[in-house]
T-cell receptor, first 115, second 112 residues
C-alpha cells in the first residue's frame, strides 16, 4: 500500500459526460501528479500541483482540469468525454515540490471507460 | 522539453539470463533518473534511481548505469526470475523541471 488513495477505482460513463476523479496523497506529501495511461501505453504526464498551486502542465486537454484543495487532496475533472479518454488515470504524490528529490508514490489508479 | 526514448519495447529472456533496457534523454540539464516497475494491473513502483553525480548504482540483482556525455542510462537485471516479468519505465527530471518525463516502457517477459 503506497498510502495514496484514489477514487473511484472503476468508472463507466457515456460520451459527452463529465466525471471527477479524486486523489488523497500520502500523509505529509505536498505534491500531487496526475498521469494518464491508455491501453498498453506509457505514462502521460497531465499536471502537477504543489501545496495547492499548479506547478507544471503537460499534455492535458482543455476539456480536463484539476485542482488541489487546502487539505491537499486533488481532483481531476474530465468533461465532454470522448471514447479516446478511456484510460487508467494515476495520481502520484511526493513530499517536495521538486520531482527529482525522490520517489513518486502512485495510487492504484482510476479506470475510466467511456462508452 | 525533455524527451525520453526507451528500447526495446518488448524483451523476452529465459529465467536466469540477464536483461538490459536502455533509455536516452534529450535535456542535458536532467539530473535524476528513476526506474519504475509496473506489474500487470498494478501501480508503478520505484525500483532504483540514479543521480547525475553517480555513474553506476546497484541493488542486489538490479543495477543502473548512466552516461551523461551520451545522455543515456540503462537498467540491468541479472539472474532474472519469473516475478521480474512486468513493464519497466525509465524517467528523467531536472532541477528546474516540475515533472518526471517517462519513457514509453519495456514489457519484460521472463520465460521459465
Amino acid at each position: 500500500d503506497s498510502g495514496v488513495t484514489q477514487t473511484p477505482k472503476h468508472l463507466i460513463t457515456a460520451t459527452g459526460q463529465r466525471v471527477t476523479l479524486r486523489c488523497s496523497p500520502r500523509s505529509g506529501d505536498l505534491s500531487v501528479y496526475w498521469y494518464q495511461q491508455s491501453l498498453d501505453q506509457g505514462l502521460q504526464f497531465l499536471i502537477h500541483y504543489y501545496n495547492g498551486e499548479e506547478r507544471a502542465k503537460g499534455n492535458i486537454l482543455e476539456r480536463f482540469s484539476a485542482q488541489q484543495f487546502p487539505d491537499l487532496h486533488s481532483e481531476l475533472n474530465l468533461s465532454s468525454l470522448e471514447l479516446g479518454d478511456s484510460a487508467l488515470y494515476f495520481c502520484a504524490s511526493s513530499v517536495m515540490s521538486d520531482p527529482n528529490t525522490g520517489e513518486l508514490f502512485f495510487g492504484e489508479g482510476s479506470r475510466l471507460t467511456v462508452l | 522539453g525533455e524527451n525520453v526514448e526507451q528500447h526495446p519495447s518488448t524483451l523476452s529472456v529465459q529465467e536466469g539470463d540477464s536483461a538490459v533496457i536502455k533509455c536516452t534523454y534529450s535535456d542535458s540539464a536532467s539530473n535524476y533518473f528513476p526506474w519504475y516497475k509496473q506489474e500487470l494491473g498494478k501501480r508503478p513502483q520505484l525500483i532504483i534511481d540514479i543521480r547525475s553525480n553517480v555513474g553506476e548504482k546497484k541493488d542486489q540483482r538490479i543495477a543502473v548505469t548512466l552516461n551523461k556525455t551520451a545522455k543515456h542510462f540503462s537498467l540491468h537485471i541479472t539472474e532474472t526470475q519469473p516475478e521480474d516479468s512486468a513493464v519497466y519505465f525509465c524517467a528523467a527530471s531536472s532541477n528546474y523541471g516540475q515533472n518526471f518525463v517517462f519513457g514509453p516502457g519495456t514489457r519484460l517477459s521472463v520465460l521459465p
